[in-house]
């Protein structure tokens, strides 16, 4: 008996993690600080230190998160083996750009660096897992923060371009998919992380924001001709957060707030994938007194390279009113959303919601017309080890089911996807609270939000399901 499935024979299943939450090692064989290499953990003050970090930077905590991590430095192949046991065709990690270049604009790269992903990509290979690499995942290099205030300097688009040029040629022949920005919408909600600059007491945030997003749009345009010069067979990304924003009530005014509050987003891939300002830019600009300085050939190379495939990450829906009595937000969020009382709520206030999924994926296939890709997509949860050492994360394997079907449904409208690979496949350490009880892995790792643990890996009930999914391209949820 043939069982039916949406998913196409070489879908990419797998999973994906980022260098700055889970490979520790945050000083070794010449690794330059991260962005997060300053930040506490969600109980001494990360949120402030995220929004202040010059002030973070000349603080000192009692605990870094990430300086340990969980040690995918040095557990690697322990990792890898265990992602290829569930039968992952793809992992999609990121290159910690200090970990190549220490201070960001160091004019030759740090060759300890290169050689443990060489170590990475090589055992990739072997054990048939196509890699997928974002570039820059919120570890623009923190010198950079003090040299120049990030992304705010035009100077980055050269630093980063050195960067790319380095890993397109040392990769080339190994790595074919590549992402230039993580969710690179996040710079206009945590600009330190999305940009690795500080705009605390600037006076006019926006403009340094939109003056940013400008730099990285261009460089994403660049490193996207790079690739493309050095490897024809290179297919370059660009990596939205996704989440499609829904009106409050039928009320046309909340209605017109949810297109912009979607707008916002869309802005970046209108110029990654359309190659042009969208028509409604002029307009924002104006309302929010917005200058841009561009270079007199930066909107040719931005029609001449666009990206070859739209990725995102998608965690939930978020929901609008045009009401500002109304509009206010919720818990533990990124994204200003309300609360939406069709639908559960995590311990984290993150909303799930299966059918959002279907709905991002047809609208960003509507509006650009390229194949998508889902990089991110996951349940951040608190796990139990019962005394037999086992963890049985139904609630987990819930929101997968959910989520996956409705992507197999959008697979089915005519929306054509490359892979879906789940969010921090291994725990790893929170990017918005530094926590590692918000788990999302289908491996449990041995350490608290302290600190403490053994690192000891487990796999969890999810991993198994995992791996039946997988095994069945999709027919078995
Ligand atoms: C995305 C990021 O925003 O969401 C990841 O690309 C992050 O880096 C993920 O970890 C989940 O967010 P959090 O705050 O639960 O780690």
Redesign the pocket.
């Known amino acids: 008996m043939t069982t039916h499935t949406p998913f196409p024979n070489d879908f990419l299943w797998g999973g994906a993690t ?1 260098a ?2 889970y490979e520790g090692a945050y000083l070794s064989d010449g690794k330059g600080l991260s962005l997060v290499d300053i930040l506490p953990d969600a109980h001494h003050g990360r949120w402030a230190a995220l929004t202040h970090p010059k002030e973070a930077q000349a603080t000192q905590y009692d605990f870094y998160p990430s300086h340990e991590s969980v040690d995918f430095y040095h557990h690697y192949e322990e990792d890898l083996r265990l992602m290829a046991e569930m039968g992952f065709k793809t992992y999609r990690f990121s290159i910690s750009w200090p970990r190549i270049f220490p201070n960001g604009d160091d004019l030759t790269p740090n060759e300890a660096g290169l050689a443990f992903y060489d170590r990475i990509i090589d055992l990739c290979r072997a054990l048939q897992i196509e890699p997928l690499v974002t570039i820059n ?2 570890d623009t290099p923190l010198a950079m923060l003090n040299k120049c205030n990030g992304w705010a300097d035009r100077q980055m688009i050269d630093h980063y371009l050195r960067f790319c040029d380095v890993l397109f040629k040392h990769y080339k022949g190994k790595v074919h998919y590549w992402l230039t920005f ?2 690179i919408n ?1 710079i206009l909600h945590i600009p330190f992380l999305g940009g690795g600059m500080d705009v605390s007491d600037a006076a006019h945030p926006d403009q340094i924001k939109y003056q940013a997003s400008h730099h990285q749009l261009v460089a994403s345009a660049l490193a996207t001709k790079l690739a493309h010069d050095i490897d024809p067979d290179n297919q370059i990304g660009c990596m939205l ?1 996704a989440g499609e924003t829904y009106p409050n009530t039928p009320n046309p005014d909340d209605v017109f707030k949810a297109l912009e509050t979607n707008r916002e987003g869309y802005f970046f891939i209108d110029v990654q994938s359309r190659g042009t300002y969208p028509n409604y830019a002029k307009r924002l600009f104006k309302a929010k007194e917005i200058v841009l300085e561009m270079a007199p050939d930066d909107e040719a190379i931005l029609k001449a390279n666009t990206v070859d495939f739209i990725s995102f ?1 998608y ?1 939930s829906s978020r929901l609008t009113s045009a009401d500002p009595a109304v509009n206010n937000q919720t818990e533990g969020n ?1 994204f200003a959303s309300l609360k939406n009382p069709y639908l559960k709520t995590s311990e ?1 206030g ?1 909303q799930t919601d299966g059918l959002g999924l279907r709905i991002t994926m047809n609208q960003l296939y509507d509006r650009y017309q390229k194949p998508l890709f889902i990089v ?1 997509n ?1 349940l ?1 949860a608190r796990d139990t080890v019962t005394a037999d050492g086992q963890i049985h994360d139904d609630y987990r394997i819930a929101y997968l089911q959910e989520n996956i079907t409705a992507m197999g449904q959008a697979i089915a409208d005519g929306v054509p996807c490359i892979g879906y690979t789940s ?2 496949c291994i725990d ?6 530094g926590e590692m009880a ?1 788990r ?1 892995g289908y491996v449990y790792v041995d350490r608290d939000n302290d600190g403490n643990g053994t690192l000891a890996r487990t796999p969890k009930d999810s991993f198994y399901w995992y791996q039946k999914v997988i095994k069945t391209n999709g027919s078995v949820l």
Do not use: D, P, R
């Open positions: 980022a700055n939450q995942h919120f993580n969710e996040m957060a990450s965690y990124v984290w993150w991110e996951g951040g969010w921090g790893l350490i929170s990017a918005g609270s918000k999302y």
